[in-house]
């Protein structure tokens, strides 16, 4: 039903900045977000935002990353500031219809690379 459009992943330094953006069509969503998976690690929730604009994130990038929607339309941002090496994964953003007994839509996957 819901497909999801990511774009914005790339290279950057140490301390730079990158936005991610993932747009969903096909249903109005009630919780959006993302997830990423560094080579070798499971897969870690990077942060949330609900429809009423309730928003979470994990320990590690709290302070540093912030999630946000457009108003009007499905798609939700990732900001990521101060980035270090260890945030290199791929970053899957994510759609679910309803807030319990979801049906869950994913993404393909955006490359974030921090390297000097």
């Known amino acids: 039903q819901v497909q999801l459009v990511e774009s914005g992943g790339g290279l950057v330094q140490p301390g730079g900045s990158l936005r991610l953006s993932c747009a969903a069509s096909?249903?109005?969503?009630?919780?959006m977000g993302w997830y990423r998976q560094a080579p070798g690690k499971q897969r870690e929730w990077v942060g949330t935002?609900?429809?009423?604009?309730?928003?979470n994130y994990a320990d590690a990038v709290k302070g540093r990353f912030t999630v946000s929607r457009e108003n009007d339309k499905n798609t939700v941002f990732l900001q990521m500031n101060s980035l270090k090496r260890e945030d290199t994964a791929v970053y899957y953003c994510?759609?679910?219809?309803?807030?319990?007994?979801?049906?869950?839509?994913w993404g393909q996957g955006t490359q974030v690379t921090v390297s000097s």
């Open positions: 096909g249903s109005i969503f009630y919780r």
């Open positions: 994510y759609s679910d219809d309803r807030f319990v007994g979801y049906s869950r839509s």
């Open positions: 935002i609900i429809r009423d604009g309730t928003t």
